[in-house]
């Protein structure tokens, strides 16, 4: 814990002085200059220069005067074996720390040792590196003497340090094994990596490219080398046609060995960036399918339409070192999309989940659209609990301050707590309030089948068969014809594909699958694809289809589609749907409802009794939309339903605060037939209404005490159930 406060007072901008003595001052020195950073997708280098420049303020809060950092970068070449060449260097280290402000040493010798970056496109590395060299000119002491150009040192060469390559793709595989090469293959990397440092430090066009023809002669000789000990040629090719001094091009691989030195073979102590955010659809059309598949084959993390990043989550684990740190910011979508399962369970297995950090109430990029967070793993696979750092603020705000957030500890265990390791709830202030809603339920796909009412090719082709009323047929409905419990068929026209139809007819067709028929022609709720929360509504004939949306029919153990319908439109279920997907909330606060989602969420194990209650409380609720029923009695029948449901999950909660109404509707709500005409219907709800809310009546005191006396669960349900 004191390690802790001391590394938060080190890390921060702050005056105070560091807690640590001095044996501890050089271990951290010393872990800073023997660590190795990369940032995979380093695009204009930003991430690595923000590095640099929080590592150069802890060298300067450890050592103000740089003599100890200073001594570091002498021991490192004491065993240099040519004695003038390494009386050479001790001299340009001195000059280096001398003639200049004290940063200029600390990022020289950070850059060549430290840090390191990738992007795919040459034009982002040679911004990187113009980034770096800027950088360090503004520590130069300079001059006005123009013979020695203004004593302005020229700058380091960084072209082994940010390389223009393909990250996610390695070294062709092909049954060879890297580790069975010959020695004189290491002598010649030795060889190589030496020849890097130098190169970094040549001050002359000559020497730079003296160097440079050394190298090129040593790969020459790698390759030749490498065919014969691996029997792979085209790994060979691979290594040598890949040229670090060559502006314009991008290697089709990216292999911090043969690129930066066999100093990395075991991997990076830290992997730090922020990968590309790419749907599926837009990287299938810039890189193609052969491309997107050559990906998928080589991750197991990239399943389903994974997005861009996903992959990258898997390769920034891959290139650290064992015990190594990937810290990514990515959008929040992994942690509850379907696409982001691989992912989830590649984690899982081979790293420890320590921190996410919510961004995604502040404006971190201004043209990028999503809901960010900060992820921190390790590499290491976990068979113990441990816990996870969540970091979440109350409010948004205009910039990121770590002070801003509210930082708790939640187990490991709860990782594989919800159906396909669902992670989205992490961030939720109402973790414990899910715990309990959800701990003795089974999923909707249990007790029901959930599905597509068409996929997108049938949308277009059956789109094109609808017709307007009258003809024969099924009514048709979409997502914008969809209310709470109710249809807008008739009274708001359907648009679909250009066309405004006011009463649209899908004709029956031999071009309808036999399922399709067999499912229009069903019993079913049909819902939604995109809204604020739950919207469906009960199609007891079988006389609708729909485009685009999604249903749910053939309900078993004792449900029924009325019963359901109550259950998903109510606050618990959003509640709960919001834990597990608010992840995936896009722009307005839409939501997608969606049969994979739909099939995880919970269904409480409810009473036969219970059931029948939400299916006379669900008829009540239809009923009451009329516009014959008064606004309150809605209002009131829409509370009771939420109610009814609170009691299906958290039935011994609310028995200890005497919340319950099953068995105080039970009599009641007997006297209700929504068979019955319209207007005994109505007289029936009023009835009810007056007597169930009554000022002595019980159910209206419960209703009245639900937030009071339970302010930590059904209030919190109540409060974020609400849209």
């Given at each position: 814990?004191?390690?802790?406060?001391?590394?938060?007072?080190?890390?921060?901008?702050?005056?105070?002085?560091?807690?640590?003595?001095?044996?501890?001052?050089?271990?951290?020195?010393?872990?800073?200059?023997?660590?190795?950073?990369?940032?995979?997708?380093?695009?204009?280098?930003?991430?690595?220069?923000?590095?640099?420049?929080?590592?150069?303020?802890?060298?300067?809060?450890?050592?103000?005067?740089?003599?100890?950092?200073?001594?570091?970068?002498?021991?490192?070449?004491?065993?240099?074996?040519?004695?003038?060449?390494?009386?050479?260097?001790?001299?340009?280290?001195?000059?280096?720390?001398?003639?200049?402000?004290?940063?200029?040493?600390?990022?020289?010798?950070?850059?060549?040792?430290?840090?390191?970056?990738?992007?795919?496109?040459?034009?982002?590395?040679?911004?990187?590196?113009?980034?770096?060299?800027?950088?360090l000119v503004a520590d130069q002491r300079t001059?006005?003497?123009?013979?020695?150009?203004?004593?302005?040192?020229?700058?380091?060469?960084?072209?082994?340090?940010?390389?223009?390559?393909?990250?996610?793709?390695?070294?062709?595989?092909?049954?060879?094994?890297?580790?069975?090469?010959i020695p004189e293959v290491d002598a010649i990397?030795?060889?190589?990596?030496?020849?890097?440092?130098?190169?970094?430090?040549?001050?002359?066009?000559?020497?730079?490219?003296?160097?440079?023809?050394?190298?090129?002669?040593?790969?020459?000789?790698?390759?030749?080398?490498?065919?014969?000990?691996?029997?792979?040629?085209?790994?060979?090719?691979?290594?040598?046609?890949?040229?670090?001094?060559?502006?314009?091009?991008?290697?089709?691989?990216?292999?911090?060995?043969?690129?930066?030195?066999?100093?990395?073979?075991?991997?990076?102590?830290?992997?730090?960036?922020?990968?590309?955010?790419?749907?599926?659809?837009?990287?299938?059309?810039?890189?193609?399918?052969?491309?997107?598949?050559?990906?998928?084959?080589?991750?197991?993390?990239?399943?389903?339409?994974?997005?861009?990043?996903?992959?990258?989550?898997?390769?920034?684990?891959?290139?650290?070192?064992?015990?190594?740190?990937?810290?990514?910011?990515?959008?929040?979508?992994?942690?509850?999309?379907?696409?982001?399962?691989?992912?989830?369970?590649?984690?899982?297995?081979?790293?420890?989940?320590?921190?996410?950090?919510?961004?995604?109430?502040?404006?971190?990029?201004?043209?990028?659209?999503?809901?960010?967070?900060?992820?921190?793993?390790?590499?290491?696979?976990?068979?113990?609990?441990?816990?996870?750092?969540?970091?979440?603020?109350?409010?948004?705000?205009?910039?990121?301050?770590?002070?801003?957030?509210?930082?708790?500890?939640?187990?490991?265990?709860?990782?594989?707590?919800?159906?396909?390791?669902?992670?989205?709830?992490?961030?939720?202030?109402?973790?414990?309030?899910?715990?309990?809603?959800?701990?003795?339920?089974?999923?909707?796909?249990?007790?029901?089948?959930?599905?597509?009412?068409?996929?997108?090719?049938?949308?277009?082709?059956?789109?094109?068969?609808?017709?307007?009323?009258?003809?024969?047929?099924?009514?048709?409905?979409?997502?914008?014809?969809?209310?709470?419990?109710?249809?807008?068929?008739?009274?708001?026209?359907?648009?679909?594909?250009?066309?405004?139809?006011?009463?649209?007819?899908?004709?029956?067709?031999?071009?309808?699958?036999?399922?399709?028929?067999?499912?229009?022609?069903?019993?079913?709720?049909?819902?939604?694809?995109?809204?604020?929360?739950?919207?469906?509504?009960?199609?007891?004939?079988?006389?609708?289809?729909?485009?685009?949306?999604?249903?749910?029919?053939?309900?078993?153990?004792?449900?029924?589609?009325?019963?359901?319908?109550?259950?998903?439109?109510?606050?618990?279920?959003?509640?709960?749907?919001?834990?597990?997907?608010?992840?995936?909330?896009?722009?307005?606060?839409?939501?997608?409802?969606?049969?994979?989602?739909?099939?995880?969420?919970?269904?409480?194990?409810?009473?036969?009794?219970?059931?029948?209650?939400?299916?006379?409380?669900?008829?009540?609720?239809?009923?009451?939309?009329?516009?014959?029923?008064?606004?309150?009695?809605?209002?009131?029948?829409?509370?009771?339903?939420?109610?009814?449901?609170?009691?299906?999950?958290?039935?011994?909660?609310?028995?200890?605060?005497?919340?319950?109404?099953?068995?105080?509707?039970?009599?009641?709500?007997?006297?209700?037939?929504?068979?019955?005409?319209?207007?005994?219907?109505?007289?029936?709800?009023?009835?009810?209404?007056?007597?169930?809310?009554?000022?002595?009546?019980?159910?209206?005191?419960?209703?009245?005490?639900?937030?009071?006396?339970?302010?930590?669960?059904?209030?919190?349900?109540?409060?974020?159930?609400?849209?």
């Open positions: 814990e004191s390690a802790a406060i001391g590394l938060g007072i080190l890390f921060a901008y702050t005056e105070k002085e560091h807690l640590f003595m001095e044996p501890e001052v050089d271990a951290l020195l010393d872990a800073i200059h023997t660590s190795k950073i990369l940032d995979p997708a380093c695009g204009s280098g930003a991430f690595p220069m923000g590095v640099l420049q929080k590592l150069v303020y802890i060298i300067h809060k450890l050592d103000p005067n740089n003599e100890k950092w200073k001594q570091l970068q002498i021991d490192q070449v004491a065993d240099m074996a040519d004695p003038v060449r390494r009386q050479n260097t001790i001299e340009d280290i001195e000059r280096d720390f001398a003639e200049n402000e004290d940063d200029y040493g600390r990022k020289l010798y950070l850059i060549e040792n430290c840090l390191y970056g990738v992007d795919i496109q040459p034009i982002a590395i040679q911004i990187s590196k113009l980034r770096f060299f800027i950088s001059n006005r003497d123009k013979s020695k150009n203004r004593r302005v040192r020229p700058l380091p060469n960084l072209e082994t340090k940010f390389v223009a390559a393909d990250t996610l793709r390695g070294l062709p595989q092909e049954g060879h094994q890297l580790d069975l090469v990397e030795a060889e190589i990596e030496l020849l890097y440092h130098r190169h970094f430090t040549a001050r002359t066009r000559r020497k730079k490219r003296g160097i440079q023809n050394d190298v090129q002669d040593l790969r020459a000789r790698l390759t030749r080398l490498l065919a014969e000990s691996l029997g792979s040629k085209k790994v060979a090719e691979h290594v040598a046609e890949w040229d670090p001094f060559d502006p314009q091009t991008s290697a089709d691989f990216f292999d911090p060995h043969w690129m930066y030195g066999r100093s990395l073979a075991d991997g990076f102590d830290v992997v730090i960036g922020n990968p590309p955010y790419q749907s599926a659809i837009d990287h299938k059309r810039t890189r193609g399918a052969e491309y997107r598949d050559s990906i998928k084959s080589s991750y197991s993390s990239a399943v389903g339409t994974w997005d861009l990043f996903i992959p990258f989550f898997e390769q920034s684990v891959r290139l650290s070192r064992t015990g190594g740190v990937s810290c990514l910011i990515t959008p929040n979508k992994y942690l509850s999309a379907s696409y982001g399962k691989g992912l989830r369970k590649f984690i899982l297995e081979n790293a420890r989940l320590d921190s996410i950090i919510d961004l995604s109430h502040i404006r971190v990029f201004e043209s990028a659209s999503v809901y960010p967070v900060i992820t921190i793993l390790s590499h290491a696979r976990q068979n113990r609990v441990y816990d996870i750092s969540l970091g979440t603020v109350s409010r948004p705000r205009d910039e990121f301050n770590i002070e801003d957030y509210q930082i708790v500890e939640e187990s490991s265990e709860s990782l594989g707590m919800l159906p396909e390791n669902l992670w989205g709830f992490l961030l939720s202030p109402s973790i414990k309030s899910l715990k309990k809603v959800i701990s003795e339920s089974t999923s909707l796909s249990q007790i029901a089948k959930v599905r597509a009412t068409t996929t997108a090719k049938e949308a277009d082709e059956y789109g094109a068969l609808i017709c307007e009323h009258p003809c024969q047929g099924w009514k048709v409905l979409n997502t914008g014809t969809i209310d709470p419990f109710t249809n807008l068929w008739a009274d708001r026209p359907l648009k679909h594909q250009g066309r405004a139809i006011s009463k649209p007819i899908l004709p029956r067709s031999s071009r309808l699958s036999d399922n399709r028929i067999k499912q229009y022609d069903s019993q079913k709720i049909i819902f939604a694809k995109m809204a604020l929360r739950f919207e469906g509504f009960v199609d007891d004939q079988g006389c609708f289809a729909a485009l685009n949306c999604n249903s749910i029919s053939e309900p078993r153990d004792g449900w029924s589609l009325l019963g359901l319908a109550t259950l998903l439109h109510s606050d618990v279920l959003h509640f709960v749907y919001s834990q597990y997907y608010g992840g995936l909330r896009m722009g307005g606060g839409y939501l997608p409802f969606q049969a994979p989602q739909l099939r995880v969420v919970p269904i409480p194990g409810a009473t036969q009794a219970q059931k029948n209650i939400l299916s006379v409380v669900g008829s009540i609720v239809v009923r009451s939309l009329d516009t014959d029923i008064a606004s309150p009695i809605q209002t009131f029948f829409n509370d009771l339903a939420n109610a009814c449901v609170m009691e299906c999950y958290l039935s011994e909660y609310m028995a200890e605060r005497d919340l319950l109404f099953h068995d105080a509707l039970a009599k009641p709500l007997a006297a209700y037939d929504p068979d019955a005409p319209e207007a005994e219907q109505a007289e029936v709800l009023d009835h009810l209404y007056r007597t169930l809310n009554a000022p002595d009546a019980a159910v209206r005191n419960r209703l009245l005490r639900i937030s009071a006396d339970s302010p930590d669960l059904l209030a919190v349900i109540k409060e974020e159930g609400r849209v």
